[in-house]
């Protein structure tokens, strides 16, 4: 994944790039990864704290690398995030996408990675 990131932020111009997992543990410990690879990557990666602080990182017409759970796309708390920004140059990198792809509760409409993608709906999509 960091080698792909690298090659990306290389080749189109600045995008964002959004390291997508479904566990804190897992979006620290390659968070770690890409923060030794900073060379490679030509700039210094960023985690979202919260959804504010996501939010905010996906606005900044620079680009960036920020890591970030999927928890923080749940609609009903972040209905606000797709109006926030219109950027093209969006890629996701979903890590454990497997995972995030399935309906794991009864009342649950969509997936994870389905609620996603409504909200960023403009992002090409990586699936590891």
């Known amino acids: 994944m960091v080698f792909y990131a690298g090659k990306t932020v290389l080749k189109l111009n600045n995008p964002t790039v959004v390291v997508l997992t479904d566990r804190n543990d897992l979006d620290d410990q390659l968070f770690d990864t890409f923060a030794n690879c900073k ?10 704290q919260n959804r504010d602080d996501l939010k905010n990182l996906l606005k900044v017409a620079g680009g960036g690398i920020v890591f970030t759970t999927i928890q923080k796309f749940f609609p009903r708390r972040f209905k606000h995030l797709r109006s926030a920004f ?6 996701v ?6 995972r995030a792809s399935m309906v794991s509760e009864p009342k649950q409409e969509s997936s994870k990675m389905e609620t996603q993608r409504k909200q960023l ?8």
């Open 39 to 48: 060379q490679l990557l030509r700039q210094e990666p960023v985690q979202a």
């Open 86 to 91: 219109r950027k093209k140059n969006i890629i």
């Open 93 to 98: 990198i979903a890590d454990e996408a497997h």
């Open 121 to 128: 709906p403009a992002t090409d999509l990586l699936s590891i």
